[in-house]
């Protein structure tokens, strides 16, 4: 009898921390908190000048040849169909280091580092350039250009280390440059995040966020 007293004193105080904590979360991405931290996630120095003046158009095919059948299976990729992306994903980019993470682009898109991966539960952040003319996307490596067209219940698919996740878009939304909080790999149910420069497409003066709910993995 005392064990399950116990048992259920410890269900209890777990239950009332993960409504605190969960709580905590959705405030701190709500009220987009004024932190400065100087180069995250900014276009770069090329683009910068070029923002303001362009009002281009055109519709981007960043896919680069790639299929499901044709990638390392134990890689990691992003696919969107809607928006014809498929990338690979560059894993554990430092968003503190702009060097770093416009290097990371000529690869691909970039994962967060400290955030989660795909087989964890948590909230993996992907982050890209974007620019006002989604013609010059590839050129300029600016893969998330796109991101503006997707709409709620959309799909986006991550492939990693030989499982397919499929993601379905749950929020839009978006923050100041200066709102870190909403970096963070905390979460608790497998999520994804996609962010980049806009709206509107390339600009500097807010971030364009999108949220997806885990809805299924599969073997390769």
């Not at 770069?44 to 960043?62: F, H, K, L, M, T």
């Not at 580092?113 to 013609?135: E, R």
């Not at 749950?170 to 149910?189: K, Q, W």
């Amino acid at each position: 009898m005392k064990f399950f007293k116990v048992a259920l004193k410890f269900l209890v105080v777990f239950i009332l921390v993960f409504v605190i904590y969960t709580l905590i979360y959705h405030y701190q991405v709500s009220s987009s908190p004024k932190v400065e931290v100087e180069n995250t996630f900014l276009a770069s120095d090329e683009e910068i000048s070029e923002i303001a003046g362009e009002n281009g158009s055109g519709y981007g095919v960043v896919n680069t040849g790639l299929a499901e059948e044709k990638i390392d299976k134990q890689g990691f990729y992003i696919r969107i169909d809607k928006i014809n992306l498929f990338k690979p994903v560059v894993k554990n980019v430092d968003p503190r280091y702009k060097e770093v993470y416009i290097e990371s682009w000529k690869t691909g898109v970039s994962h967060g580092k400290f955030t989660a991966l795909p087989d964890q539960i948590g909230n993996v952040y992907l982050f890209a350039h974007a620019v006002n003319n989604a013609s010059r996307m590839e050129s300029e490596n600016a893969w998330f250009t796109r991101t503006d067209e997707l709409d709620e219940n959309d799909e986006i698919v991550i492939y990693y280390a030989g499982k397919k996740y499929i993601y379905q878009v749950s929020r839009i939304y978006t923050v100041s440059p200066t709102a870190t909080g909403v970096y963070t790999g905390v979460s608790p149910v497998p999520k994804i995040t996609l962010q980049t420069c806009g709206p509107p497409r390339g600009s500097l003066d807010s971030r364009y966020m999108v949220e997806g709910l885990q809805v299924s993995v599969t073997l390769l």
